[in-house]
């Protein structure tokens, strides 16, 4: 893994930004990578700002946004983990392992993130920087993403129609407390594609949803 960030990261630190909870919840309640992410999360969000920043001069503060909204998106890191071949190498429970959780949008994000944060502790924040503009400018580069990224619900319902396939079909599954509830989104679009989400809301799984199958199909 190390040889494919491209960076020299303690192996201790490295295990801890792969361990997923489901694991240490099966193994004894060992540290897991969540606080790691956390950190990742606002390492990344600065340095995506900073370059879209300085090298869009002419974009506006709410155009910034956006862009960063979609470079940092869950389906955008899913993308940046699935290119470096992450998830084989992340530590899942049982459970998640075997409902294909090493493939999970959310678990690939959140990965992503935590290694970012373990790059930042343990060589620095020029380092864990560089990292990622090397992980996410590829997807800076694609012009089409920004506005799928924005309204992905309507840019799939276009692909689709563009495909002749019919409208997208949303089904939508609920978990947890009525104060912390957990939403996955499931989107046929006839045989073309089938995708899913997840959010802490009805509206934010269908979205990930959504844009999970638009870049699909668009990668086609």
Do not use: C
Not at 77 to 92: K, S
Not at 160 to 180: F, K, L, M, N
């Amino acid at each position: 893994m190390q040889r494919t960030l491209r960076v020299e990261l303690d192996p201790e630190l490295l295990l801890l930004a792969l361990t997923h909870r489901s694991f240490a919840y099966e193994n004894g309640g060992i540290p897991t990578n969540e606080r790691l992410e956390f950190l990742g999360d606002s390492i990344l969000g600065q340095a995506v700002t900073v370059r879209l920043f300085t090298e869009h001069p002419e974009l506006d503060e709410g155009e910034l946004a956006k862009r960063r909204a979609s470079l940092v998106s869950s389906v955008a890191l899913a993308e940046v983990a699935r290119t470096i071949g992450l998830g084989p190498y992340i530590r899942l429970g049982r459970g998640e392992t075997l409902t294909g959780g090493a493939d999970k949008p959310s678990i690939l994000a959140d990965t992503v993130e935590a290694i970012i944060g373990a790059v930042y502790l343990d060589r620095g924040g020029d380092v864990a920087t560089d990292l990622v503009l090397r992980l996410i400018t590829p997807l800076m580069k694609d012009p089409g993403r920004f506005g799928a990224a924005m309204d992905p619900k309507t840019s799939l319902q276009e692909i689709a129609a563009r495909r002749g396939a019919p409208a997208p079909a949303y089904v939508v599954a609920e978990s947890g407390p009525d104060h912390s509830k957990h939403f996955v989104a499931t989107v046929t679009v006839g045989d073309l594609v089938t995708a899913s989400g997840e959010g802490s809301s009805k509206k934010q799984a269908e979205m990930a949803a959504a844009l999970e199958a638009w870049t699909t199909l668009n990668d086609r």
